[in-house]
């Protein structure tokens, strides 16, 4: 059984056009989590969720808006898609975001998005 | 605001030799680090962390970790490398701005180990 899961895991598009990326956990965990790793490999955090509720929102474009229908489903739509977009996008859950308490977090296995 | 340091792009080892990825740490307040490795078209993967405790701090895959206040590292080590260890390995500092847990990640160290 796969913990964190990433649908697609390619996604090949034109500029202009809109795009989701859906993630799934089947780990009961409460916080969820968008990574986006850029061609050098650098991996920054975009988003966070816990509980449906938007928690973490980093320096995106507005083009990006994530939707989590419930607690195991975090999705990424984004709009009118530029070159820079290209990288592979990460989705992460752990058991909660509290500051009190650090868990790990687990990583899906990535959606690689080329805009063309 | 939290960082962590990678100074190697990519650190070389024979297969059976030991091995260390480091990473020095930049934090107001407790550090709380930790380790993953991504291997080729994967997700990352949790290695250890370092929350309070024994510094020294043992993980998955026979890896290690040791943290050093004085020097603000925690250095990844594993005492005798495998071919399949080669992968790229994060070092990671939480980060509490906001009230929420997030992770900063460092720039990634590229481990190779050679036959």
């Known amino acids: 059984d796969t913990a964190v899961s990433q649908t697609p895991k390619y996604l090949v598009t034109q500029m202009g056009n809109d795009k989701s990326i859906k993630c799934e956990q089947n780990?009961?965990?409460?916080?969820m989590y968008w990574y986006k790793q850029d061609s050098k490999k650098f991996l920054k955090i975009m988003f966070s969720?816990?509980?449906?509720?938007?928690?973490i929102n980093e320096t995106v474009p507005n083009r990006f808006s994530p939707k989590s229908p419930d607690k195991a489903h975090l999705n990424l739509h984004i709009n009118s898609l530029e070159l820079g977009d290209s990288a592979v996008y990460f989705c992460?859950?752990?058991?909660?975001?509290?500051?009190?308490?650090?868990?790990?977090?687990?990583f899906g296995p990535g959606t690689r998005l080329t805009v063309t | 605001a939290q960082s962590v340091a990678q100074p190697e792009d990519q650190v070389n080892v024979a297969e059976g030799n030991p091995l260390t990825v480091k990473c020095t740490y930049s934090?107001?307040?407790?550090?709380?680090l930790f380790w993953y490795v991504q291997y080729p078209n994967r997700g990352l993967q949790f290695l250890l962390k370092?929350?309070?405790?024994?510094?020294l701090v043992k993980g998955s895959y026979g890896f290690e970790a040791e943290f050093n206040k004085s020097q603000t590292s925690f250095h990844l080590k594993k005492p005798s490398a495998l071919v399949s260890d080669s992968a790229l390995y994060f070092c990671?500092?939480?980060?509490?701005?906001?009230?929420?847990?997030?992770?900063?990640f460092g720039a990634g160290t590229r481990l190779a180990v050679h036959p």
């Open positions: 992460a859950s752990s058991q909660g975001p509290l500051a009190g308490v650090t868990y790990e977090q687990y």
């Open positions: 780990l009961g965990h409460d916080t």
């Open positions: 969720y816990n509980n449906k509720e938007l928690i």
């Open positions: 934090v107001s307040g407790n550090p709380y």
């Open positions: 370092y929350i309070t405790g024994d510094n």
């Open positions: 990671a500092v939480r980060d509490l701005s906001g009230g929420y847990n997030k992770l900063i």
